[in-house]
């Protein structure tokens, strides 16, 4: 067990919906990183985010947003799903000190199904 | 865009050998890291490797980094059925907001 926490575990959705994904943070962590993992594929960058401001981003487009809250818990949206969104979304949490940043703890995932 | 590639992309080995995993990549990194993952769930983090060292251990984990190659391997030695799983490697990047970039994976069988 790693102590990051995602809400929730699966989640079905149709074509053009919008989802919130939910990442709480391993205790003493203030950077977390959002993953899509398609079948059969290694985890995609998407964003990450330290002490509550986007710091780097993968290349997904807009309708892909997060937020970190001051408890450094966060969430991921997705506007207007489409059939391709169909993934395991994962976050990570990790301590950067000094724009150092190490080991990333990994949540175990939200099963996203867009039909 | 996948930065690491591991290979093979499928390894099927009996209990009790050992299992050899590399992994290529193409830009310079600070580190480079291998996870595991069981069933599509979480990723667990193994060990880092820093771009200054060229090995290192853990238990039955052997790690080596070679970055004039930008190549590494992952070794694990007495390998047992709780072993099987998939395996990844991602490199962290240089310079500022650098990400984690993952391989696609190797799926390591161990038959009891």
């Known amino acids: 067990e790693t102590g990051v926490t995602q809400s929730p575990t699966h989640l079905i959705k149709t074509r053009g919906q919008q989802v919130t994904l939910r990442c709480s943070s391993q205790?003493?962590?203030?950077?977390v990183s959002w993953y899509q993992q398609a079948l059969g594929q290694g985890p995609q960058f998407i964003f990450q985010?330290?002490?509550?401001?986007?710091?780097g981003r993968g290349n997904f487009p807009p309708r892909f947003s997060g937020l970190q809250f001051p408890n450094y818990s966060s969430e991921l949206n997705v506007n207007a799903l489409e059939l391709d969104d169909s993934a395991l979304y994962l976050c990570?949490?990790?301590?950067?000190?000094?724009?150092?940043?190490?080991?990333?703890?990994f949540g175990p995932g939200t099963r996203l199904l867009v039909l | 865009s996948q930065q690491g590639e591991e290979d093979p992309q499928a390894l099927s080995i009996q209990e009790g050998e050992n299992a050899t995993m590399n992994c290529s990549y193409k830009?310079?990194?600070?580190?480079l890291q291998w996870y595991r993952q069981n069933s599509g769930r979480g990723l667990v983090h193994l060990i880092l490797?820093?771009?200054?060292?060229r090995e290192k251990h853990s238990g039955r984990l052997r790690v080596t980094l070679d970055t004039s190659k930008k190549s590494s391997s992952l070794l694990i030695t007495a390998s047992r059925a709780a072993d099987t799983a998939s395996y990844f490697c991602?490199?962290?990047?240089?310079?500022?907001?650098?990400?984690?970039?993952f391989g696609k994976g190797i799926t390591l069988s161990v038959r009891p």
């Open positions: 990570a949490s990790s301590l950067a000190v000094g724009g150092a940043q190490e080991t990333q703890y």
């Open positions: 205790s003493g962590h203030n950077t």
């Open positions: 985010y330290y002490r509550e401001e986007e710091n």
């Open positions: 830009t310079s990194i600070n580190n």
């Open positions: 490797i820093r771009s200054n060292e």
């Open positions: 991602a490199t962290r990047n240089t310079g500022a907001n650098s990400k984690l970039t």
